[in-house]
């Protein structure tokens, strides 16, 4: 097995090999970023398989995201002597799959209630019926039911020591009522109830039976209630084998708990430890910035990783004075090195810190044509849940009859939503020329004190069409938001607002560079039609695509060039890290509690950019922004301290340190369109070369006069494009 496997090209090592081997009993492989857990894994199912004659669908392997599954079962696929249909049996499956089925054979029949977005909408839609939509945002309720539920326990048992408390409890059960009337049960409550299936010997003991052989990947971010999970299962054969890096926890605020792999074989007393430190993926000095990141940890197990030797480049650094600068160099840079045939698309990858920390470079992708695929999210930023209600509210400032935009636009208002639409179409039939939210101002299904809400969200409305985009921003965070983000009560949970206030931030740096509602909006709006030919495009360059990812979804990834952005303070790290309070939690008795300690926050942010680092086989490319939402922003400590000394720019490719030295217009250089059914379209062109933005003027932008550049400010100038048709 052992040779065959090297002449498919592993050549497993000595601490690797022993690994594969082990057993029976536990076994923990400690190691740190690239060296072989994931490889070692799969080499030890086939192992399991091939020489020890063990049946498939007795081994389960869980891994951490349902990619990562898929993976797993195709490295396994490709080892020798493996059949298809043996690796197919493997159970190779995330937590969440493995509790799901485990439901579905017990007979459970109820319907999935996975989409975040829905889950929101219910979570408000519950709230506004127990008026309590302006004291709670769904989104920070239903995350702390998570955490809650992450340690085991269910809604019924949440505390109720203050209003606050009780407030949010009876939300939250009328949340769970919600979804028990309709038969829907979501991720949390599949495990919380495959868990306690585990309690029921009728249940358990067959499958501790079955699995002979049970095997978990990231190990460093299981939570209480899947660790519970895997002891009981392994149990009666105890070949529990996990294997992880202390140093890449990085879900802590799910629940994760680093001692669960810092304290297994003090659990496991009889466990064998076997150490892997030979990093086969990156580049030794790759290698070397991301070691001496971690190192200053300070809880954490030691390690000494040394390089197999992987031939790569110099970490390179760039410090561009804000995130758009930084968007337009890293899209530059990424388009040159893939037009002079150094790498493809899909041997790269960009990396940030937060949800909203895309924004800027998402708009350069679309607006230049890079074929990518965003994981997570997903959506163009002016359409996520917090924003798109914004900026529904600017869309009706231009015109109040956008129907679809109205009821974002209606905010928390305690107005019926469907029946309001309804009646709003109906009258507008019999008075068109009529604004068309007065209707429901009227509407004497209405309390006065509603009428008066929808009376004064009108007058809002209008007021916000002569002003600046900055300023309708503002004025509409005042109207909504101010009120609940300034309000210190403990029933509202920091990593949630933070998240809110971040989106605001955001979406204040985009208004800015906009002189009016009106080119703003269009802006948006263009950039959501050209998201959708997204598709298009991706299917055009045959799936060769950039990935665009938070570093929280590139864990067990690798690529061989990584752009790292926003490595400054208050990005990387957060400033929820940097904060000298202890942020204030949830019901604090809520959230598990784990990340209350700065200290802890900041070591967590640390391992965040030793995970981004370490992502990177050959190229690794860290930008710097020197500001950050209109405010100055240091270089990131975590550089600082690796290098001792300010790594001005140490080395390397004079290019990296200019911003878009290589820029060419992307579409002349590229014939990725020319599979795709093409038509021509009138646009403006930007007429910076390192730049290269255009926009449609058939979507929106009709006006004669030519606009500045959304991107970079610079004139723009008439022309036509090759799009693809929709
Ligand atoms: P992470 O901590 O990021 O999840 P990991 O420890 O799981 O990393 P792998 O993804 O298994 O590491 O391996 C990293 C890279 O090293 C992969 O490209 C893998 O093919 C390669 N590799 C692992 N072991 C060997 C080996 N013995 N010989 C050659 N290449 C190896
Ligand atoms: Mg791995």
């Known amino acids: 097995y052992f040779r065959a496997l090297e002449q498919a090209g592993i050549l497993l090592n000595r601490p690797q090999l022993e690994a594969v081997r082990y057993g029976p009993g536990p076994l923990l492989t400690l190691a ?53 249909a043996a690796a197919r049996a493997v159970q190779a499956r995330t937590f969440h799959s493995f509790a799901l089925a485990l439901l579905r054979h017990q007979g459970v029949t109820e319907d999935i209630f996975g989409e975040t977005q829905a889950q929101h909408t219910v979570m408000k839609m519950l709230l506004r019926q127990l008026r309590l939509s302006e004291a709670y945002q769904p989104e920070t309720l239903l995350s702390a039911l998570s955490a809650w539920k992450a340690e085991g326990r269910s809604a019924h048992e949440l505390p109720e020591n203050s209003q606050e408390e009780r407030d949010a409890k009876q939300a939250l059960l009328a949340y769970e009522d919600w979804k028990k009337e309709r038969q829907k049960m979501d991720f949390d409550d599949i495990m919380l109830r495959a868990s306690r299936l585990l309690h029921d010997p009728a249940v358990l003991v067959p499958l501790q039976k079955r699995f002979a052989y049970i095997m978990v990947d990231e190990f460093q971010d299981t939570n209480t209630l899947q660790y519970e999970m895997v002891r009981r ?28 792999i810092l304290q297994f074989d003090k659990v496991y007393k009889d466990a064998k430890v076997i150490t892997l430190n030979i990093n086969y993926r990156s580049d030794a000095r790759i290698l070397g910035l991301g070691s001496s990141i971690v190192a200053k940890n ?72 890079v074929p990518f695929i965003q994981y997570g999210a997903g959506t163009v930023f002016y359409d996520q849940s917090l924003i798109r209600p914004l900026m529904d509210h600017l869309r009706l400032a231009l015109d109040p009859r956008r129907m679809e935009c109205i009821p974002s636009a209606l905010g928390p208002l305690y107005v019926p939503r469907e029946t309001g639409m309804e009646h709003i179409q109906k009258e507008e039939k019999k008075q068109p020329k009529k604004y068309p939210l007065i209707h429901l101002a009227r509407w004497e299904r209405l309390r006065d004190f509603q009428q008066e809400q929808v009376k004064e969200r009108i007058r809002l409305i209008k007021s916000l069409t002569a002003m600046k985009p900055l300023l309708a921003i503002q004025e509409m965070r005042r109207a909504f938001y101010d009120k609940y983000l300034e309000s210190g009560d403990p029933g509202t949970w920091t990593h949630y ?87 204030e939690d949830l019901l604090t008795s809520v959230t598990s509690g784990a990340q209350a300690d700065p200290e802890q926050l900041l ?43 300010k790594p001005s720019a140490p080395s390397g490719d004079p290019q990296a340190q200019r911003p878009g030295a290589h820029a060419r217009s992307g ?57 693809p048709a929709r």
């Open 497 to 583: 607002k933070e998240t809110l206030q971040e989106s605001l931030e955001e979406l204040e740096t985009a208004a800015r560079r906009f002189d009016t509602v009106e080119e703003f909006v269009a802006f948006a709006d263009e950039l959501s039609a050209r998201h959708r030919d997204m598709e298009t495009l991706r299917t055009a360059a045959d799936g060769d695509a950039v990935s665009l990812m938070t570093i929280h979804r590139a864990k067990g990834l690798e690529f061989p060039c990584i752009y790292l952005i926003g490595a400054s303070e208050g990005i990387l790290p957060h400033s929820t890290a940097l904060g000298k309070e202890p942020p």
């Open 32 to 84: 740190g970023a690239g060296c072989g857990k994931t490889t070692v894994l799969a080499a030890r199912a086939g192992y399991l398989m091939a020489v020890r004659g063990v049946s498939p669908s007795s081994i389960l392997l869980v891994t951490f995201t349902s990619k990562a599954a898929a993976e797993m079962k195709e490295r396994i696929a490709a080892l020798p002597g493996i059949r298809p």
């Open 603 to 645: 070591e967590e942010e640390r391992r965040l950019a030793y995970v981004a680092v370490t992502r990177a086989k050959q190229m690794l490319y860290i930008t710097s922004p020197a500001a950050n939402h209109g405010k100055p922003a240091a270089l990131s400590r975590f550089l600082l301290e690796a290098y001792g000394v």
């Open 298 to 369: 300070r809880k954490r197990r030691a390690k000494r990783l040394v390089s197999a030797g992987r031939q790569g480049l110099e970490p390179q650094f760039f410090t561009p004075s804000n995130p758009e600068e930084e968007a337009i160099h890293v899209v530059s840079h990424l388009l040159h090195q893939v037009e002079e045939g150094t790498l493809r698309y899909s041997d790269i990858a960009i990396l940030h810190r937060t949800a909203s920390g895309s924004r800027s470079i998402f708009e350069q992708l679309v607006m230049r044509d």
């Open 667 to 723: 579409a002349q250089a590229r014939d990725h369109h020319s599979k795709a059914r093409m038509i021509t379209v009138p646009v403006w062109n930007c007429t910076s070369t390192a730049c290269s933005a255009w926009i449609r003027k058939d979507i929106k932008h009709t006006g004669e006069t030519p606009p500045l550049c959304p991107l970079c400010s610079s004139p723009m100038q008439e022309g036509t494009r090759s799009v």
């Open 233 to 260: 299962l392994a149990a009666k054969h105890r070949n529990l084998m996990v294997v992880g890096d202390d140093d890449q926890t990085i879900y802590t605020f799910n629940g994760a708990r680093q001692e669960s």
